[in-house]
Structures are given as structure tokens and as C-alpha cells.
């Protein structure tokens, strides 16, 4: 069964520093790859997705993450933090070719923004 | 606005009692998801259906859960016999259902259960 694990529960970053959020996966096929964010007292919202094609993805409000098939791994970054990106992120994973697979999501990484 | 939405909003029962609470998804979507999330912890999934016909459901969930969705339009979650271990926040998400799993994911704001 597919899975992903998320590397640290909470990370902190200084307002304008790298933002890094790890995500390595299990899974016997490729897989299609997500991160969402939840925002305090709000709903999750898709940030980006990886599908098919370009291993670089581009999110919303200036996040990437990369697919890296021989590490395994979908991590997210964004050059620069903002105060408003203190939040909770979660990586999630679902089969590739399989129309009646679910999506499964890691446990989250909550990312703190220091002034 | 036509986006996902749960009733109740929060919901405070007693051990033992029955507890139903409903999602509305996003009118043309035809997937519809159930996960529960703990504090500290991700979305950890319930079940799922595709229309009215219910996909999966998972092994971790005991006989006291159930859903359905009749029409294939909103859905319904009932615990029975709730127990303190059951408090979590209940979330519906919805998408197209188009027959890939790549689809984005529409999210209520969730049911707060408080089993006291």
C-alpha cells in the first residue's frame, strides 16, 4: 500500500529564510503526489500536484516541490518565507492508474515563521 | 457559495449515544471522501464513494461507523455507541470523480465531535 512519511512535525524558519518541508514516499508504481495546506481555523487547500511530466511543480503563493523518483521523495520549498505562510502542510500520495484509489495523507508538518 | 459543507459544525454527545453528521459536496463532483483528523495528526482516511456506490472503507474503522450517500449526492456519517477515543474533527472532501486519482480535493470545514 502507498504511503508518505513527512520528516519533522514542526519546523521554524526566519521571515525571508529558505523554507524546506520533507515528503518521502512508498509506493509499488510511480504515484501521483499532492502537498495541501491548512491555514489556522481553515478548511485544507491544494497547494500543487504532481502528475505527470515536468518533475518541478509550481504552487500557489510562490511554493515548489520536486519529484525525485530515485530518492523517492516530494519536497517542498519556497526561496522566501512569509509570515503568512505559518501553517500546516500535509504531503498525501494515491496510485497512479488505479481510477479507484484513494488518497492517503501524511501525518503534517506544522511550519512556524519567526519574525 | 457552493463549496463543501458539513452539519454540525461541533457536536458535544455523551458516551454511548449515536451521533450522525452530514456532508454536502460541491454539486457537480462525484467523489466524495470521509477523513478524520486528530490533533497533531494528519487526515487519516474513513471511506469513500463514487456517486452513490461506497469504494472503500477502512479496515481501522470499526463496525460502529457507517456511511452512505443514497443519491450520489450528500452523505451521511453515523457513529454508534460513540466512545471518548471517537473525538476528532470529521472531514468531507469532494472532487469531480472524472475516473483519475490526480483530482483535486475540495474540503469542508469539518464536524468537531467532543465525546464526553
Known amino acids: 500500500a502507498q504511503s508518505v512519511t513527512q520528516l519533522g512535525s514542526h519546523v521554524s524558519v526566519s521571515e525571508g529564510a529558505l523554507v524546506l518541508l520533507r515528503c518521502n514516499y512508498s509506493s509499488s508504481v510511480p504515484p501521483y503526489l499532492f502537498w495541501y495546506v491548512q491555514y489556522p481555523n481553515q478548511g485544507l487547500q491544494l497547494l500543487l500536484k504532481?502528475?505527470?511530466?515536468?518533475?518541478l511543480v509550481k504552487g500557489i503563493n510562490g511554493f515548489e516541490a520536486e519529484f525525485k523518483k530515485s530518492e523517492t521523495s516530494f519536497h517542498l520549498t519556497k526561496p522566501s518565507a512569509h509570515m503568512s505562510d505559518a501553517a500546516e502542510y500535509f504531503c498525501?500520495?494515491?496510485?497512479?492508474?488505479?481510477?479507484?484509489?484513494?488518497?492517503?495523507f501524511g501525518k503534517g508538518t506544522r511550519l512556524h515563521i519567526l519574525p | 457559495d457552493t463549496g463543501v459543507s458539513q452539519d454540525p459544525r461541533h457536536k458535544i454527545t455523551k458516551r454511548g449515544q449515536n451521533v450522525t453528521f452530514r456532508c454536502d459536496p460541491i454539486s457537480e463532483h462525484n467523489r466524495l471522501y470521509w477523513y478524520r483528523q486528530t490533533l497533531g495528526q494528519g487526515p487519516e482516511f474513513l471511506t469513500y464513494?463514487?456517486?452513490?456506490?461506497?469504494?472503500?472503507k477502512s479496515r481501522l474503522l470499526s463496525d460502529r461507523f457507517s456511511a452512505e450517500r443514497p443519491k450520489g449526492s450528500f452523505s451521511t456519517l453515523e457513529i454508534q455507541r460513540t466512545e471518548q477515543g471517537d473525538s476528532a474533527m470529521y472531514l468531507c472532501a469532494s472532487s469531480l470523480g472524472l475516473g483519475t486519482t490526480n483530482e483535486k480535493l475540495f474540503f469542508g470545514s469539518g464536524t468537531q465531535l467532543s465525546v464526553l
Open positions: 504532481y502528475t505527470t511530466g515536468a518533475t
Open positions: 464513494f463514487q456517486n452513490e456506490a461506497q469504494l472503500e
Open positions: 498525501a500520495v494515491s496510485l497512479r492508474g488505479n481510477r479507484d484509489d484513494k488518497i492517503i
